[in-house]
């Protein structure tokens, strides 16, 4: 047992969300804006922040503002909501001064992706390099964070799971953003009660529930958690046709936003409309314009989405 | 006109060495081993020293390192050979960064590949991001680096080319590696006499020299500049036949090499066998042993390529 | 609606068995093993059998072998099992010529894969496909049959249900084999009580049923319908716990026999070791030799397959 | 040696047309137009006609009416040409069909691509698979067809050459279409004078040429055999620019017509416009309507395509 634990031996899913981060109009961090952020997670209920990742842009960002922005979530946060720092980088040294950094400003955990430009080739030289990590801040679980269209590393999760528990003292779970629902569930059985299992696509949350799963970290919590939370509560109480009618809405509300950008601009174009403004994204990614945003809103209000309270 | 030229109308091919970036046992940089790589490139006639991008490991080096590893060429190059700095992170700040430095460094070029964790979707990105790039060293030549293998950004360059022209002041080219002879083939038309197009696959610098290219950058000069120089001195002498036996002993020792740990930690062990000796690669790569040092040896030997002095 | 429908509004999941086609010792069809493939399937419970598909080898087989096939097996099936035939081919006159040809043998039902090396490049180009293949048969049920892996073909099912069930006016529904759960799940609530979504691929077929799946194919009841049986049935009970245990067994045998020739040159082998002996596979597949079905069939033992009674 | 020879030692290149196969307005056999189309290649001097194959639309056709195309193409080539015949299938008993036939019909030779929906997953099984075929027609020359965009069969050609040709007593050589000119120069290097390397991809003739290849294979020449037959000419007599100039006008040729259906629909239309009329293609593919070849015709007239008489 490694000190991360979301998941109950109930029924119950913790909702993580894979917060923003929050742009001025020119690019730079708006760090004013993560008191709303935090804010709102705590009001609707999610278990924790999950910053720095693939919704946090985290890759696009100088690591001083990677570290700029992980102080200032540690400092909102003040207790009431966990701090995951995500520390992954194509550089391991970089990493790990991030890591260590999360320790000291107060992080509850950390989390990597694989380096993403030189990649591993084998489970073992993956699990060295989570391994090197974990080891920079030793007194932080460590999660990895499965997601191989932005790595380009296909090892499977299962069989990562498998080496790095034995390897990496620290070894808390594995975040799991991948739509192949066989390796998930291998995790999921090889997990037990020991580790988690993170679910990562929000397409999946109620098949995975189903299958086991009770622990999600997702950027659509941003701007549809209340929206995940009653149709898990459903599932919970054994309405399974609601709580398939609400996974339903989900994704066409998903679906939708991603045509306005992919799952990272359109989302947090959406999460602009619902909830708090975070900007645009960075460049190489393309945000959706005034007009855009209009149809967007107009899509997601016709779906009922924001109309009814998401 | 760029600044940035070696081609010219002649038959000459202009080879440019993508150096590996030298490690001591404990995987910190060994600086004081530039000034043997600097001086064995200026002694068999390297046009140029391109640093920190794919051999060099440069995305498995922290920002401060490529900083210290761009000053530390610039430094021993000393007028004799150009220095020519890959910038390209996966954070455009932090790209923009060490653009600014490699201009304050004395560098005579940047280059960069495309952001690789999150991708520019279009040609429009991708160039918007070259742009953000150039700007923050708005004296030196820019060269766009395509290597979709590692970036996974797939989009031709020749397209890139043919927008980045027009909306990058300092647009010097473009740096080719890709086994697409047909996209290479296009660049060249495309390019003119207007801009570079270095070839970034050793085994194709005869067919791509006959195609009309005459620049070409690669890892492979680090230990067979020499024979590369001789079979394109064939080339231009009209001796075909001669300059087809080199390359295909340039093939075979790159194939052989390849199987010591891919075409980077088999490259670089095979530098160390033949010329300076740089260490081994960092993780997530994995460096032969020892054993397997002595095999690839006995290999490359028992091909001739050890014995000719290559 | 359109004639077949194993799906109820009750619980059950109805399995269909995708069956492998008998060979000879010198690779010649044998056509007498059918009557006992069809009693065993007969004997526990399997709704139907789909030949000629993928298990069945239907693309290595010729034009006149797969009509004999259809022949047997409507022969033997007499009325205790349905038979549907796979006409999939890469051309469309075939397909239509095996079309044809099922009506007349007295099939239940056919389908098809999207042709296969000429490959249509919309789902418009799809569904006219399929449609000219239905046209041919036009008493018989038409099911797509959506196998990414081995057809290239990578629109998305649900996108192809939504306009063939308009196009084409015997359309049944959709086979689905391929892990994204994402797009699966999207089938299931766009076919409503309308269409049928089978199940293709059996370690989803839980997780698929707690998403409101009915139905399943697979080749993987050739040796394990009776394990999938008692799972579901375990599932209806709402033993949850037991049917996740009989699930992961799978899992484990699946995995298991794919490490003896892939998932059907190893579950071929394994259903000789286990029910009816079917020989082995045509090439370009390789089945595994004596020894190795040795090693496969202690592996199976030791998990405790074979002894159970499967 | 094969018997299958087109390559001299000295500089000349020979042309084999993948001729298409002509279609009537219903979509049948337009055989009466075979004769247009052997006389169009006599008279500008292609060396064979490979019937059947990716520009033949073979995989779309019954094995009954490949056949009568074979018998067709044989009788009035009348000795004029050479009749090499695709026999490949995803069935190896219908290729074998298909390579008796054409041995019987009096072709030169015959070929195939790898079986393309069950898949080879070694060199060894595909050098099988080939011998398979071979053996069917074993007075006439094997060449495996390589085209991994088709076929998803990956394997290098080189190490299908380099196994293929001790173990099919009539291996002649490879057709090698596709873009990886590093595989394509060691076909080259490894058939020494005793096989063919037939290029099959018609933007890399003039590189392949420089890099020694002698022979070309394609659908291009349906249409612009004249123009490469000139290119060449040119780059025979040393007049390199010449020879550059005109395989960038077949590239722009190439480039316009992809545009209208891709490589084989839009390169059918355009030889209805440039040559012999064989109508449209078979679904699953779509070719160009009415309006669009008009704007296909205009823009090839405004390359100086059609006026130059090609």
Known sequence: MTGLRYSTDGPDMALLTAVFTPFTETGGLALDTVQKQADDLVAWGSAAAYIGGTAGEGASLSTEERMALAERWCEVADGRLDVIVHVGHSSLVEARRLAAHAESAGAKAISAVAPYFHRPETVAALVDACAAIADAAPGLPFTYYHIPSMTGV???????????????????????????????????????????????????VL????????????????????????????????????????????????DTAARYGGELAGFKA?????????????????????????????????????????
Request: net charge neutral; aromatic share 6%.
């Open 154 to 204: 296909n090892l499977r999760a299962s069989d990562v799971l498998l080496v790095a528990r034995d390897k990496i003292p620290t070894f808390a779970g594995v975040k799991f953003a991948h739509n192949d629902m066989v390796d998930l569930q291998r995790c999921l059985h090889l997990a037990g009660g020991q580790h988690e299992v993170f679910v990562g696509v929000a397409k999946l």
């Open 270 to 310: 959406l999460g602009a409309l619902s909830g708090v403004d975070c900007g645009g994204c960075r460049p190489p990614l393309v945000s959706p314009g005034p007009e855009q945003l209009a149809l967007l809103r107009a899509e997601v209000t016709e779906l009922g989405f924001l109309d009814t309270g998401h």
């Open 207 to 254: 098949a995975a529930w189903q299958s086991g799963a009770r622990a999600a970290i997702g950027s659509v919590y941003n701007f549809a958690g209340p929206l995940f939370r009653r149709l898990l509560d459903h599932a919970v109480r054994g309405e399974l046709a609601e709580a398939r009618a609400g996974q339903q809405l989900a994704q066409q509300v998903i």
